[in-house]
């Protein structure tokens, strides 16, 4: 009933710049906090940014200062723009968010992830 799709990935040179989006689509009510997560070879998956529905953010502290995210409640969208790559950014990017959908008319909660979107820095 839910599906958030993910893009903007690519291949991009250190200190480069990329933005991520990721759109949710379905039978989606609302949307309280959306996420990114990365996960780069033989690592566990690590969360980079959250973002409240208020608008609040948060970072880990590898990525302050260089990612920003941001949300379009209106289009069920999140994204990450992402400025000053680094080679240790290089991971599959996944937005991940809470949301309320309809099902055959009863109101559900559930944790959604997007596919992956792959993002490689180096020269």
């Known amino acids: 009933q839910v599906q958030l799709v993910e893009s903007g990935g690519g291949l991009v040179q250190p200190g480069g710049s990329l933005r991520l989006s990721c759109a949710g689509s379905g039978s989606i009510i609302s949307i309280n906090t959306m996420a990114w997560y990365r996960q780069a070879p033989g690592k566990e998956r690590q969360l980079v940014a959250t973002?409240?529905?208020?608008?609040?953010?948060n970072y880990v502290d590898s990525v302050k200062g260089r990612f920003a995210i941001s949300r379009d409640n209106a289009k069920n969208a999140v994204y990450l723009q992402m400025s000053g790559l680094k080679p240790e950014d290089t991971a599959v990017y996944y937005c991940n968010a809470d949301v309320y959908y309809n099902q055959n008319g009863n109101l559900r909660l559930t944790n959604s992830w997007g596919q992956g979107t792959q993002v490689t820095v180096s020269s």
């Open positions: 973002i409240l529905r208020s608008g609040t953010t």
